[in-house]
């Protein structure tokens, strides 16, 4: 059976993604580490911590890991996922609590234990991969897989221009993580809105569905529905989150993957927390990107059809 890690700033797109790996029969969680980005550290474990209640699938432990990025001050997205991350409709009150050990010494103890098995799924910043990456690189060489919802992919960016939230939170770690050599799988932001975002008849299906955690899916995803509607007018949640962890648990999902390099930028104050990608075109300059080699496998398009019904079957049933 297939052993994760799933790190984790939790916000409301998060907890779907959490529940869909906890409920699934064909892997582990070997354990659910927090990091800061969507809200501030404590809210992100205490969010988790209430997903997993909910969920009453594996209960796995949880480690709480890094409360700022490694250079920068924090920035959140709580105008995105409410003030508390999960739609400011008071859900969370959790009654499990986490671990003493630092998610980032969890993590290294974790692949040590478990040499060439442990998947990392990181659904937040970098930082406490950076973090575990700098503390013993050569453990860290054992990881068996890294998936990273980061990057914008081949599309625009959702924070500035070029940059998505994940990276732009802190890019330092992402760089760090880009140049591990550690495998990497990458599913960017482009993926994740569209026919991939659940619609009003896929909300009204959750909610009739008599499920507490196919309900608690939509609820905590109320301040973002909010924010969708308030910024073009679409009835959608998009769930950045969950499309990374169906790429995980649904290799059928992907129509398309790519080796590709990719480039953090963090000098350049505009272009901070873009990720260039350069998926092997042919370029003018042939000494420019061209002369990298790939170091990350970037998704290009997935089956969304399939991909919602696969994550409507599993928030839905038993």
């Known amino acids: 059976m297939r052993k994760i890690i799933i790190d984790t700033d939790t916000g409301s797109d998060d907890a779907v ?18 990091v800061c980005g969507n809200v501030p ?40 996922h409410g003030e508390d991350g999960m739609g400011d409709c008071n859900l969370i009150h959790p009654t499990l609590i986490s671990e003493k050990k630092h998610a980032v010494d969890a993590i290294i103890e974790i692949v040590e234990k478990n040499p060439g098995e442990i998947e990392i799924v990181a659904l937040g910043p970098a930082t406490n991969i950076a973090l575990a990456i700098l503390k013993s690189p050569e453990t860290m060489k054992k990881v ?42 990458i599913v960017g932001f482009d993926l994740c809105c569209k026919d991939a975002a659940l619609n009003r008849n896929d909300i009204e299906s959750l909610l009739s569905s008599e499920m507490k955690e196919a309900e608690f899916s939509v609820k905590c995803n109320q301040a973002l529905l ?8 679409e009835y959608i949640i998009d769930l950045p989150d ?75 049933n038993r």
């Not at 081949?154 to 924070?159: E, H, L, S, Y």
């Not at 909010?226 to 007018?233: D, I, S, T």
Request: hydrophobic letters at 45%; glycine letters at 6%.
């Open 17 to 34: 993604a959490l529940i869909m790996a906890l409920k699934s029969k064909d892997i582990k969680v070997e354990a659910v580490t927090t």
């Open 41 to 80: 550290l404590d809210l992100a474990t205490k969010n988790a911590l209430m997903t997993i209640e909910i969920t009453n699938a594996q209960k796995p432990p949880l480690y709480i890991g890094a409360a700022s990025p490694l250079m920068r001050k924090l920035v959140t997205a709580v105008n995105v």
């Open 144 to 185: 068996k897989h890294i998936y990273s919802m980061g990057t914008s992919g081949f599309g625009p960016g959702n924070t500035t221009p070029v940059a998505e939230f994940n990276v732009y939170v802190d890019a330092e770690s992402y760089s760090i993580l880009l140049n591990s050599n550690i495998p990497l799988t």
């Open 226 to 233: 909010e924010f969708n509607l308030k910024r073009n007018n």
């Open 242 to 316: 969950a499309v990374a962890m169906g790429v995980v648990l649904w290799k059928e999902i992907v129509l398309e993957d790519k080796l590709c390099y990719c480039y953090t930028c963090t000098k350049e104050e505009a272009a901070y927390g873009q990720v260039i990608i350069n998926d092997g075109s042919k370029l003018a300059i042939s000494d420019g990107y061209a002369g990298n080699i790939p170091n990350a496998i970037v998704c290009k398009t997935i089956d969304t059809n399939l991909f919602k019904e696969k994550l409507l079957h599993i928030l839905t």
